[in-house]
């Protein structure tokens, strides 16, 4: 089945540590995305990517990095220098990056 | 920059009945899409319809239906005969065709409860 898997679906991490979401998708999709969701809040972009080894950031991309290395993959490292990460994050990719986006189940990332 | 507002943070609507979500937008170009997007309490945000601003044509998908004035710069769902499992968060999103690497702006979203 073609879709888009994130992993974990759960993640907790200390204070301090760098963190890594997994985000792949089977559709041949060129474009893809990372948001931020936080309680009563709609999406937030973190990071996009229009093709392989490109990449921009959104509106929150601060303590966040991602690479493209891959079509099908798009990971996105929560590092130490954010200073609220505890969020939904929600992943997306689109044929092309003005097409129709679709999204993973996410991953909750909670800070202990 | 373009805005999305969703004036209704709470809606609830009886099972078979009709309910609407509301939604303006700002934006001052004549090219875009427009979305409604539902997530269900599994939080995976599923694709409902989509409406590019050129067509005068509601878009329908079953029991959903927008109604897109451009001119006012609305764009309501319409959703028939509710079911439970329309129980859901709805966001109504923007996308710019003529800004290139403008990504969706996304409102704050509508949680709608189905009464049984």
């Known amino acids: 089945d073609g879709g888009i898997t994130q992993s974990p679906k759960y993640l907790f991490r200390k204070e301090g540590q760098n963190v890594t979401l997994s985000c792949e998708q089977n559709?041949?999709?060129?474009?893809m995305y990372w948001y931020r969701q936080d309680p009563g809040q709609g999406l937030r972009l973190i990071y996009y990517?229009?093709?392989?080894?490109?990449?921009q950031k959104g509106d929150i991309a601060e303590g966040y990095s991602v690479s493209r290395e891959k079509k099908e993959s798009f990971p996105l490292t929560v590092t130490s220098a954010q200073k609220n990460p505890t969020a939904f994050y929600l992943c997306a990719s689109s044929i092309v990056f003005a097409d129709t986006q679709y999204f993973g189940p996410g991953t909750r990332l909670t800070v202990l | 920059a373009q805005t999305v507002t969703q004036s209704q943070p709470e809606m609830s609507v009886q099972e078979a009945e009709t309910v609407t979500l509301s939604c303006t937008y700002d934006?001052?170009?004549?090219?875009?899409?427009l979305f409604w997007y539902k997530q269900p309490p599994s939080r995976q945000m599923i694709l409902v319809i989509r409406q590019e601003a050129y067509k005068q044509q509601n878009a329908t998908e079953n029991r959903f239906s927008v109604n897109f004035q451009k001119a006012a710069k609305s764009f309501s769902l319409k959703i028939s005969d509710s079911q439970l499992g329309d129980a859901a968060m709805y966001f109504c999103?923007?996308?710019?065709?003529?800004?290139?690497?403008?990504?969706?702006?996304f409102g704050k979203g509508t949680r709608l409860s189905v009464i049984a």
């Open positions: 999103a923007y996308r710019s065709l003529t800004s290139g690497n403008t990504p969706l702006v």
């Open positions: 559709l041949n999709h060129d474009a």
């Open positions: 934006t001052s170009e004549s090219d875009y899409y």
């Open positions: 990517s229009q093709i392989v080894n490109d990449f």
